[in-house]
């Protein structure tokens, strides 16, 4: 069974460019979460989409946002790219809220120029 | 208060010792405290998880031990292997499905070497 992918693997980006991370569940998951990994930093969480809808976001500001499809895939934009945005995104799924545990794909390592 | 606070920052171990890692949290509403490997290039993966009703849970090599009162949990790593290189976060949350709610800590590179 193949688990949740991410796409690209890396990717860079110069100031002020925005930038669409894409998201895969493991099959049979409806909830995708995203997370920040920036360096030195613990994962810090972004959104939460479940069933096509955004369920909850992390105090991250607006110009960081996202959609799921109606097949469960997801895609995060991250517009007027800073520096400090340069991170490792994480994206993770679960088959829903209760009791589930959530499981992570490899990430996309954004690099701001 | 919703700081996940995580020591050391890195660890090295020879083969055959034991790993310790250490996290305290501030917020007694948390009730999931689970444990996250990554290796370089890959996602985190759950490498075990306490609920506060035990003081202990044991897999494999892999141990944690939880301190309520203290509001402190530690993973034990018996008979650390090379294989066991990687970083290691803590985690916290109310509920165990909460992955939204999961508050990380800011990881432990632990370094095994033969």
């Known amino acids: 069974e193949a688990g949740v992918t991410q796409s690209p693997t890396h990717l860079i980006k110069t100031r002020g460019q925005q930038a669409t991370l894409r998201c895969s569940p493991i099959?049979?998951?409806?909830?995708v979460y995203w997370y920040q990994q920036a360096l030195g930093l613990g994962l810090q969480f972004l959104l939460w989409?479940?069933?096509?809808?955004?369920?909850n976001r992390g105090n991250f500001p607006p110009r960081f946002s996202g959609r799921q499809f109606p097949n469960y895939s997801s895609e995060l934009n991250v517009n007027a790219l800073e520096l400090e945005d340069s991170a490792l995104y994480l994206c993770?799924?679960?088959?829903?809220?209760?009791?589930?545990?959530?499981?992570f794909g490899q990430g996309t390592r954004l690099t701001v120029v | 208060q919703q700081q996940v606070k995580q020591s050391p920052q890195s660890l090295i171990v020879q083969k055959g010792g034991i790993s310790i890692i250490n996290c305290a949290y501030e917020?007694?509403?948390?009730?999931?405290f689970p444990w996250y490997q990554q290796f370089p290039g890959k996602g985190p993966a759950l490498l075990i998880a306490?609920?506060?009703?035990?003081s202990e849970k044991k897999e494999g090599r892999f141990t944690i031990s939880f301190n309520k009162s203290a509001k402190q949990f530690s993973l034990h790593i018996m008979d650390s292997q090379p294989g066991d290189s990687a970083t290691y976060f803590c985690?916290?949350?109310?509920?165990?499905?909460?992955?939204?709610?999961?508050?990380f800590g800011t990881g432990t590179r632990l370094q095994v070497f033969p």
């Open positions: 306490i609920r506060p009703d035990v």
């Open positions: 989409y479940d069933e096509g809808e955004e369920r």
């Open positions: 917020n007694t509403a948390f009730d999931y």
């Open positions: 099959s049979g998951h409806t909830s």
């Open positions: 985690a916290a949350s109310n509920g165990v499905g909460n992955t939204d709610k999961l508050i």
């Open positions: 993770a799924s679960s088959l829903g809220r209760e009791n589930t545990e959530a499981f």
